[in-house]
């Protein structure tokens, strides 16, 4: 049902500029209007985010250690796992963002005859994900090719790397096959897991099929649509020069790709896409374990009723004598 | 005995109507992790049921004897009595396979010799049901034990300076 | 409470029919074995909780405030405002899954809701309701649901299954921490007067009398008499365990657990032992006579109201620092939480091992020092004499208790000391131990009777690496530095493991301790006698 409700919206994403581009006098709002709209949101509303999270404090510090601490001197610290200054946090957020050090982590509860439990390695969620976000970061430095008039160097040395198997004609380009193959396996995990077909919404399935008409877009007009690239180049410079021109014989397949990336941008700050930005920010991750060595201010430390020790012995004053406890006042 | 040889070619699916009895014991949604055996999810749980009914269905085409199958019902009894089931609920698996065997063989149950084989063949499916019955009630004994001993255990030197603790059983057991 | 009677058919049904309904309905059945009694009044009106009254879980009524839904919108949005981990942990899950089977409740129970990322989602979802912009325009299609009565009972059932013991975070691509979720929910839960005995009232005697037992100072100063002559009955050894003194250079911190239950007053006693071999200038004190902290479970403000005492003592007793005992949620307070909430200590000295002058300088904000570290600063510097073979009636694993180990990075400390005074030892299987360790099952005040059922499933994940060692290795003790630990994994290893007891670290360091002038027949800390060349020889 819900997977259901997600396709169709897509389905529907993907429909609107087919058929909307090909009304004269859209084009503009397809193609200029909605892309500027997009950014914007994307952009104000990334940055609503994160100023909103960073404004809320931190009341305390409450790192999850995955490794032994920094004690005496003789005990080895691992600095990764449980860091005890910020070069270790820096190390082991860089592993976290960059590598997803935690999935990397993911056992599979299974059992073996015997019957013992054992917790086996369970490697395909982190390889997919790292290899969705990874192509996906790769594509995106690709397209610089046509955002900017001056190409810079190094996005024809990154291209070449991308299609150094080079399979077919036009080169295909490793980053797209493994993007699709990521993202496969992402929406496969949810269908046939049945603890993840459980868990999903609406809110994961959309985006995965979303970002998978993106790619899809994307590819026929690489592959096999042929897109006239001279005019999408101009197009889209003009765009981001802020001086929107959209010359003739742009497919409306373009529109498509354009307006979902639209959509997603739209999306994404509204959505559960923002873990782009919170994964710096996690508390349980970006602090350092040092607790005992630096004090941890809370900004809001509430006053609370207390209860002091010379109302505690005023109480037991008598209890305590006749025990021979020592006593502050007799 | 021809009924134990026609149990042993159906038992596939003996089995698997088996285990989706016990597994449909389960909360709905719960049953369907339990019931995902192929490498999805697995669990002690789904796991220790699956596999035991197994072996104790082999065992009872084997022989009558209870003593064989003790220790793998008890593996089963012993996860279903810290679950949420009335004593009913949890042991009423075992004489469920009277049904689903004779759903099962319902077009080779005919004439009464075979009838007759059938009968004896469910007074070993007896003999199971008592037999978990008897595990269960230790299981929940043993927990009311536990249960005792803990309470012991926290005060055990309150206790024990009380006298309530002999010293001869210092250790509180 | 299961009271649907099944009929033979009923049960013999085969036909199979998934819930179409998903996990959104909150309706919880509470079933016996699996949930915990409501905080008395008494209690509550002592801590001057919100609307105290008297009732229980398995009312129908739980005679909410009028405005009880304003209360805990007021109460989330507060906190929202108040912890950025609330904020972020309820915004960024993208529902990987990769937390789901690592919750010793969902494996034990198979209860889908038990799944961290579901128990996270029973607030998620009223929070997107209520807070977010998506959630308040299409509702249930964003995955938001309506604050309801149904949805409160649904949390108190959900949020007092989760022992806090912080698994899920370790495996979590954003590091989000179930636990920190569970603390927030109860705090809101608190707000409506919805607490559970176990942890309200440990928590009403620990404010009145200094402890969770509710024991008064004469009886715990009975309670350290009585150890000292145990210990002598022991070791032929008159021990000075004083209390409340001034002027001493370190004060000692236990869970109140130590000085009265089996197996911790074994550990207590090695404490002694151990303290009285390096002539340790120390006191215990009757007003700080907690170290545990059942405030953790209930509310931060709970938390710092329980754990002032501890520095306020310090400072009366004029000491120059803090030994901790072993004791597992005391550790996450006494390490992430009481600096914060109750320092700056700068009336103590940065903590300075009198024995060996070893500077804990990794404590020198906090001045507290964990015993397991402190011990194997000692034993480094060979100030001990230990004798292996005092422990040969053990075959020894060691449980990671889940604070020390993720709250902490506590690991190779107390593995030291375990290496240092036993000759058998055998780690449980890699996934099981260390961060990745498995809650005992009884965490975070839910080790009650009436929650016993749901902990035997909770601790099954526990048990049954303990048992692979058993029936491998022939371990029949589980070491650990956890006072719930002590209390709690006894009887799960009595139900699933027979045969394997447990200890704390230092009954076994109190063991292999040799001390001068022990008498010659001394025995073990359990009053047993050694396990000797001879003595095997004679069998």
Same mark, same amino acid.
């Given at each position: 049902?819900?997977l259901?409700?997600?396709l169709?919206?897509?389905l529907?994403?993907?429909?609107?500029?087919?058929?909307?581009?090909?009304?004269? =006098?859209?084009v503009?709002?397809?193609g200029?209007?909605?892309?500027?709209?997009?950014?914007?949101?994307?952009?104000?509303?990334?940055s609503?985010?994160?100023?909103?999270?960073?404004?809320?404090?931190?009341?305390?510090?409450?790192t999850?250690?995955c490794?032994?601490?920094?004690?005496?001197?003789?005990?080895?610290?691992?600095?990764?796992?449980?860091?005890?200054?910020?070069?270790?946090?820096?190390?082991?957020?860089?592993?976290?963002?960059?590598?997803?050090?935690?999935?990397?982590?993911?056992?599979?509860?299974?059992?073996?005859?015997g019957?013992?439990?054992?917790y086996?390695?369970?490697?395909?969620l982190?390889?997919?994900?790292?290899?969705?976000?990874?192509?996906?970061?790769?594509?995106?430095?690709?397209?610089?090719?046509?955002?900017?008039?001056?190409?810079?160097?190094?996005?024809p040395?990154l291209e070449?790397?991308?299609?150094?198997?080079?399979?077919?004609?036009?080169?295909?380009?490793?980053?797209?096959?493994?993007?699709? !193959?990521g993202?496969?396996?992402?929406?496969?995990?949810?269908?046939?897991?049945?603890?993840?077909?459980?868990?999903?919404?609406?809110?994961?399935?959309?985006?995965?099929?979303l970002?998978?008409?993106?790619?899809?877009?994307?590819v026929?007009?690489r592959?096999?649509?042929k897109?006239?690239?001279?005019?999408?180049?101009?197009f889209?410079l003009?765009?981001?020069?802020?001086?929107?021109?959209?010359?003739?014989?742009i497919s409306?397949?373009?529109?498509?790709h354009?307006?979902?990336v639209?959509?997603?941008?739209?999306?994404?700050?509204?959505?559960?896409l923002?873990?782009? =930005?919170?994964?710096?920010?996690?508390?349980?991750?970006?602090?350092?374990?040092?607790?005992?060595?630096?004090?941890?201010?809370?900004?809001?430390?509430?006053?609370v009723?207390?209860?002091?020790?010379?109302?505690?012995?005023?109480?037991?004053?008598?209890?305590?004598?006749?025990?021979?406890?020592?006593?502050?006042?007799? | 005995?021809?009924?134990?040889?026609?149990?042993?070619a159906?038992?596939?699916?003996?089995?698997?109507?088996?285990?989706?009895?016990?597994?449909?014991?389960?909360?709905?949604?719960?049953?369907?992790?339990f019931?995902?055996?192929?490498?999805?999810?697995?669990?002690?749980?789904?796991?220790t049921?699956?596999?035991?009914?197994?072996?104790?269905?082999?065992?009872?085409?084997?022989?009558?004897?209870?003593?064989?199958?003790?220790t793998?019902?008890?593996?089963?009894?012993?996860?279903?009595?810290?679950?949420?089931?009335? +004593?009913?609920?949890?042991?009423?698996?075992?004489?469920?396979?009277?049904?689903?065997?004779?759903?099962?063989?319902?077009?080779?149950?005919?004439?009464?010799?075979?009838?007759?084989?059938?009968?004896?063949?469910?007074?070993?499916?007896?003999?199971?049901?008592?037999?978990?019955?008897?595990?269960?009630?230790?299981c929940?004994?043993?927990?009311?034990?536990?249960?005792?001993?803990?309470?012991?255990?926290?005060?055990?030197?309150?206790?024990?300076?009380?006298?309530?603790?002999?010293?001869?059983?210092?250790?509180?057991k | 409470?299961?009271?649907?009677?099944?009929?033979?058919?009923?049960?013999?049904?085969i036909?199979?029919?998934?819930?179409k309904?998903?996990?959104?309905?909150?309706?919880?059945?509470?079933?016996?074995?699996?949930?915990?009694?409501?905080?008395?009044?008494?209690?509550?009106?002592?801590?001057?909780?919100?609307?105290?009254?008297?009732?229980?879980?398995?009312?129908?009524?739980?005679?909410?405030?009028?405005?009880?839904?304003?209360?805990?919108?007021?109460?989330?949005?507060?906190?929202?405002?108040?912890?950025?981990?609330?904020?972020?942990?309820?915004?960024?899950?993208?529902? &990987?899954?990769?937390?789901?089977?690592?919750?010793?409740?969902?494996?034990?129970?198979?209860?889908?809701?038990?799944?961290?990322?579901?128990?996270?989602?029973?607030?998620r979802?009223?929070?997107?309701?209520?807070?977010?912009?998506?959630?308040?325009?299409?509702?249930?299609?964003?995955?938001?649901?309506e604050?309801?009565?149904?949805?409160?009972?649904?949390?108190?059932?959900?949020?007092y299954?989760?022992?806090?013991?912080?698994?899920?975070?370790?495996? &979590?691509?954003?590091?989000?921490?179930?636990?920190?979720?569970?603390?927030?929910?109860?705090?809101?839960?608190?707000?409506?007067?919805?607490?559970?005995?176990?942890?309200?009232?440990?928590?009403?005697?620990?404010?009145?009398?200094?402890?969770?037992?509710?024991?008064?100072?004469?009886?715990?100063?009975?309670?350290?008499?009585?150890?000292?002559?145990?210990?002598?009955?022991?070791?032929?050894?008159?021990?000075?365990? +004083?209390?409340?003194?001034?002027?001493?250079?370190?004060?000692?911190?236990?869970?109140?657990?130590?000085?009265? =239950?089996?197996?911790?007053?074994?550990?207590?006693?090695g404490?002694?032992?151990?303290?009285?071999?390096?002539?340790?200038?120390?006191?215990?004190?009757?007003?700080?006579?907690?170290?545990?902290?059942?405030?953790?479970?209930?509310?931060?403000?709970?938390?710092?109201?329980?754990?002032?005492k501890?520095?306020?003592?310090?400072?009366r !007793?004029?000491?120059?620092?803090?030994?901790?005992?072993?004791?597992?949620?005391?550790?996450?307070?006494?390490?992430?939480?009481?600096?914060?909430?109750?320092?700056?200590?700068?009336?103590?000295?940065v903590?300075k091992?009198?024995?060996?002058g070893?500077?804990?300088?990794?404590?020198?904000?906090?001045?507290?020092?964990?015993?397991?570290?402190?011990?194997?600063?000692?034993?480094?510097?060979?100030?001990?004499?230990?004798d292996?073979?005092?422990?040969?009636?053990?075959?020894?694993t060691?449980?990671?208790?889940?604070?020390?180990?993720?709250?902490?990075g506590?690991?190779?400390?107390?593995?030291?000391?375990?290496?240092?005074?036993?000759n058998?030892?055998?780690?449980?299987?890699?996934?099981?131990?260390?961060?990745q360790?498995? &809650?005992?099952?009884?965490?975070?005040?839910?080790?009650?009777?009436?929650?016993?059922?749901?902990?035997?499933?909770?601790?099954?994940?526990?048990?049954?690496a303990?048992?692979?060692?058993?029936?491998?290795?022939?371990?029949?003790?589980?070491? &650990?530095?956890?006072?719930?630990d002590?209390?709690?994994?006894?009887? !799960?290893?009595?139900?699933?493991?027979?045969?394997?007891?447990?200890? =704390?670290?230092?009954?076994?360091?109190?063991?292999?301790?040799?001390?001068?002038?022990?008498?010659?027949?001394?025995?073990?800390?359990?009053?047993?006698?050694f396990?000797?060349?001879?003595?095997?020889?004679?069998?």
């Open positions: 049902m819900k259901f409700i997600s169709i919206l897509v529907i994403l993907i429909g609107i500029p087919l058929i909307g581009s090909n009304v004269s =006098g859209l503009y709002l397809f200029v209007i909605i892309p500027y709209i997009a950014i914007l949101t994307f952009v104000i509303g990334m609503v985010r994160v100023l909103k999270w960073a404004k809320i404090p931190v009341p305390f510090k409450i999850t250690t490794g032994q601490q920094k004690s005496l001197p003789w005990i080895n610290n691992n600095n990764l796992e449980s860091p005890h200054n910020t070069a270790g946090v820096f190390w082991r957020m860089a592993l976290e963002v960059l590598f997803f050090r935690s999935l990397f982590r993911n056992t599979r509860t299974g059992l073996k005859e019957p013992k439990i054992v086996g390695p369970d490697k395909i982190w390889a997919a994900s790292l290899a969705f976000h990874w192509s996906f970061l790769v594509i995106f430095i690709r397209h610089f090719k046509i955002f900017l008039q001056e190409v810079p160097q190094f996005i040395l070449s790397l991308d299609g150094f198997m080079q399979i077919g004609l036009p080169i295909l380009f490793m980053t797209d096959a493994a993007l699709l !193959l993202l496969t396996v992402l929406f496969l995990r949810r269908i046939v897991d049945p603890k993840l077909r459980y868990i999903s919404l609406v809110a994961d399935y959309f985006p995965l099929l970002i998978i008409g993106i790619a899809l877009t994307g026929w007009m592959y096999f649509g897109v006239d690239i001279i005019s999408v180049k101009q889209t003009g765009l981001f020069s802020f001086q929107p021109i959209i010359p003739d014989g409306a397949i373009f529109f498509a354009l307006f979902l639209s959509a997603l941008l739209i999306y994404f700050p509204l959505s559960k923002v873990h782009f =930005g919170g994964i710096f920010l996690s508390p349980t991750r970006n602090m350092s374990n040092n607790n005992r060595e630096v004090r941890h201010i809370n900004p809001w430390n509430p006053k009723k207390l209860h002091t020790y010379e109302e505690w012995e005023d109480e037991f004053r008598d209890v305590m004598k006749a025990a021979d406890m020592p006593l502050e006042k007799e | 005995m021809k009924l134990i040889e026609k149990l042993r159906e038992k596939a699916g003996i089995i698997e109507d088996w285990q989706k009895l016990i597994f449909n014991s389960y909360l709905e949604d719960g049953s369907i992790f019931k995902s055996q192929q490498n999805k999810f697995q669990n002690p749980v789904g796991h049921i699956s596999n035991r009914l197994v072996t104790i269905f082999e065992r009872l085409l084997e022989s009558s004897d209870m003593d064989l199958i003790r793998d019902l008890d593996d089963i009894i012993h996860i279903r009595s810290v679950q949420d089931f009335s +004593p009913s609920e949890a042991i009423g698996f075992t004489l469920g396979l009277k049904g689903i065997i004779r759903s099962r063989l319902s077009s080779f149950l005919k004439n009464k010799s075979e009838f007759d084989e059938l009968t004896a063949f469910e007074n070993r499916i007896d003999h199971l049901s008592l037999l978990a019955f008897d595990l269960y009630v230790g929940r004994e043993k927990i009311y034990e536990i249960k005792a001993n803990e309470v012991k255990r926290k005060y055990f030197k309150l206790l024990d300076r009380s006298g309530f603790i002999d010293p001869e059983r210092a250790d509180g | 409470m299961s009271e649907k009677k099944p009929t033979p058919e009923s049960v013999a049904q036909e199979f029919t998934p819930s309904q998903g996990w959104e309905d909150p309706k919880t059945e509470f079933k016996k074995g699996t949930f915990n009694w409501a905080a008395i009044q008494k209690s509550q009106e002592y801590l001057d909780l919100p609307n105290p009254r008297k009732w229980q879980t398995t009312d129908e009524d739980w005679k909410l405030p009028d405005n009880w839904k304003q209360i805990i919108f007021d109460g989330l949005r507060d906190r929202l405002d108040r912890f950025r981990s609330l904020k972020l942990f309820m915004d960024v899950c993208v529902r &990987c899954g990769a937390c789901a089977d690592k919750c010793h409740f969902f494996i034990g129970s198979g209860d889908p809701k038990n799944m961290p990322v579901l128990r996270a989602e029973l607030l979802s009223i929070y997107r309701k209520e807070y977010t912009l998506a959630g308040k325009i299409m509702g249930k299609m964003a995955g938001g649901r604050l309801t009565v149904d949805v409160i009972k649904e949390w108190f059932y959900y949020f299954q989760c022992t806090e013991c912080r698994r899920c975070s370790v495996f &979590c691509p954003y590091g989000i921490d179930t636990a920190e979720i569970t603390m927030i929910v109860r705090e809101l839960l608190q707000l409506l007067g919805l607490g559970i005995d176990w942890i309200t009232t440990p928590a009403a005697n620990c404010f009145r009398t200094g402890n969770h037992l509710g024991i008064q100072p004469h009886g715990f100063q009975d309670s350290v008499d009585f150890a000292v002559d145990d210990l002598q009955d022991i070791t032929g050894i008159k021990v000075d365990a +004083p209390v409340n003194k001034k002027g001493a250079e370190v004060l000692f911190v236990v869970p109140s657990a130590d000085y009265f =239950g089996d197996p911790h007053y074994f550990g207590f006693l404490y002694l032992a151990l303290f009285h071999e390096i002539g340790l200038d120390y006191t215990l004190s009757a007003f700080a006579s907690e170290g545990g902290n059942f405030g953790l479970f209930h509310s931060n403000e709970m938390m710092k109201r329980l754990n002032s501890i520095y306020m003592e310090a400072k !007793l004029g000491v120059k620092w803090i030994l901790g005992a072993e004791c597992g949620h005391m550790w996450r307070v006494l390490h992430q939480y009481m600096d914060t909430m109750n320092g700056p200590a700068d009336f103590l000295e903590p091992s009198p024995i060996t070893t500077v804990f300088d990794y404590a020198k904000s906090t001045k507290m020092v964990h015993i397991c570290e402190f011990t194997a600063d000692l034993i480094k510097n060979n100030k001990l004499k230990l292996k073979s005092r422990n040969n009636q053990w075959n020894v060691f449980h990671d208790s889940c604070n020390p180990a993720r709250a902490m506590l690991l190779d400390e107390p593995r030291y000391v375990i290496d240092n005074v036993v058998k030892f055998h780690e449980m299987p890699e996934n099981t131990i260390r961060e360790t498995f &809650c005992c099952g009884s965490g975070s005040g839910i080790g009650t009777d009436e929650n016993f059922e749901m902990r035997m499933r909770g601790g099954l994940p526990r048990a049954n303990v048992k692979h060692v058993h029936e491998k290795h022939g371990v029949n003790v589980l070491s &650990c530095i956890c006072a719930i002590k209390a709690t994994l006894p009887p !799960l290893l009595e139900f699933w493991v027979p045969g394997v007891e447990v200890c =704390g670290i230092h009954e076994l360091v109190g063991n292999a301790l040799v001390m001068k002038g022990e008498k010659e027949d001394r025995t073990d800390m359990r009053n047993e006698p396990i000797t060349e001879e003595s095997k020889k004679d069998e």
